[in-house]
């Protein structure tokens, strides 16, 4: 079908511009007032002239990093177009005119210039490694094999939104944290240093210059020490080569873990029955299922059950085997399969972990919160009593060299 591109404004007056590939002006028209837009320009263009409007991606697959919150804005409106019945590549070239997050801009137009030459969605983002998880290509692989990819997009987009609110109310408590670290070691250290030479010496004069002697030679080092090792965590966790050794010491922290355990299993009964219910063999569902799963310790985990499927020993005894779920969730499977409601059961269990997620996610700030408040009280007793202690030690000091 021909490209056309396209200018309209949206409720607010803003300008939105982007590319479609319909049979004709009338039908693009058609599909701009549905998604509530007025328009101003139709055009005819070729795939070179489109290319130019949405731009190329000037940033490496690697370096392309985002957020939760700009993936829950990203999964958000790619699923609102998908909804309104875009092809997979004007629903890529939309949300590149319109998604605020470069590097997520990026992404989608080099997206869409792939599935435009018949790559699969689930490729496009493979190619991604650092924006996309390999749970959320995983889910969006199982979706198109399902044919449930409005359902994947929403699941994807509440997943980041959820873990975006976490990490803002999360956030607080461990400025709070560093603040107290920072200035308790910039107001004792110097202190006790000024005092001690003042004592020496009889000279404030001298107490002060030694005081901003150890601020420059301490304090600024240790500081700047902090920010790189930071910095140098938070790079070597999120590269994908790491990834799988990140998510097993996730699972081994509190809450947490809890958070990872529950999410994987609530995306991979979802998953499951709604491959199951497209009508996907019971072992390529299986599989396509456990890919699902965000945390990749538990995928794997979850993909050794696929031998019982393939075997013809139905769902129960797989889930008994990945030792992922409890024995209850495994014993409404295999009442599910004895009477014939598979579906519901899976349904169930994946409502049930979601929920519990969900609870998990809302006592997260608290957590943090409470550690927070216990390692600052035990900073703050140590800094005190290192002053008090070197206090006392340096008018004694002072008191018998006179």
Same mark, same amino acid.
């Not at 031998?307 to 797989?318: D, K, N, T, Y």
């Not at 919160?369 to 008018?395: D, E, H, P, T, W």
């Given at each position: ?83 309104? #019945?875009?092809?997979?590549?004007? !629903? +890529?070239? $939309?949300? @590149?005119? %319109? ?5 997520? /801009?990026? =992404? *989608? ?36 094999? #399902?044919?449930?990819?409005?359902? !994947? +997009?929403? $699941?994807? @987009?509440? %997943? ?5 609110? /976490?990490? =803002? *109310? ?36 001298? #107490? ?195």
């Amino acid at each position: 079908m021909p490209l056309y591109r396209y200018q309209a404004q949206d409720k607010t007056g803003t300008e939105v511009h982007g590319v479609m590939d319909e049979r004709s002006e009338e039908v693009v028209s058609r599909r701009l007032q549905q998604m509530g837009y007025v328009t101003t320009a139709i055009t005819r263009a070729s795939l070179s002239t489109a290319s130019k409007t949405l731009g190329t991606a000037t940033a490496p697959a690697s370096r392309l990093t985002a957020g939760p919150a700009d993936l829950a804005r990203f999964y958000g409106q790619l699923m609102m177009c998908w909804q309104a #019945g875009l092809p997979a590549f004007q !629903a +890529l070239s $939309e949300v @590149a005119t %319109q998604v605020a997050h470069r590097s997520l /801009a990026q =992404a *989608a137009v080099e997206m869409a210039h792939r599935v435009q030459a018949g790559t699969r969605l689930e490729d496009a983002m493979a190619a991604h490694p650092c924006l996309f998880s390999p749970g959320d290509v995983g889910l969006v692989r199982a979706a198109e094999m #399902g044919g449930f990819v409005v359902e !994947a +997009l929403q $699941e994807l @987009a509440a %997943q980041h939104d959820a873990d975006a609110r /976490a990490m =803002a *109310a999360c956030r607080l408590p461990f400025i709070y944290l560093a603040c107290l670290l920072f200035l308790g070691l910039l107001l004792v250290l110097p202190a006790v240093e000024m005092l001690r030479t003042t004592v020496r010496t009889e000279s404030a004069t001298l #107490g002060a210059q030694a005081a901003v002697r150890v601020v420059l030679t301490h304090w600024l080092p240790v500081v700047l020490a902090s920010v790189a090792l930071v910095w140098l965590v938070a790079r070597f966790v999120k590269a994908p080569s790491r990834r799988r050794w990140w998510h097993s010491v996730l699972l081994r922290v509190p809450v947490v873990g809890g958070i990872a355990w529950q999410r994987s299993r609530a995306a991979f009964s979802a998953a499951l029955r709604l491959l199951y219910h497209g009508g996907v063999g019971p072992g390529a569902a299986w599989e396509a299922a456990a890919d699902a799963a965000p945390n990749r310790v538990l995928a794997e985990r979850l993909r050794l059950g696929a031998a019982e499927v393939h075997a013809g020993r139905g769902f129960a005894p797989a889930l008994d085997r990945t030792g992922v779920f409890s024995a209850i969730d495994v014993g409404l499977v295999a009442t599910g399969e004895r009477a014939g409601k598979i579906e519901q059961a899976l349904a169930q269990i994946a409502a049930d972990h979601h929920t519990a997620a969900e609870q998990a996610i809302q006592r997260l700030p608290g957590t943090a919160y409470g550690l927070a408040l216990g390692i600052g009280a035990i900073f703050v007793a140590a800094m005190v009593a290192y002053g008090a202690l070197n206090y006392v030690s340096i008018l004694i000091n002072g008191i018998t060299a006179e």
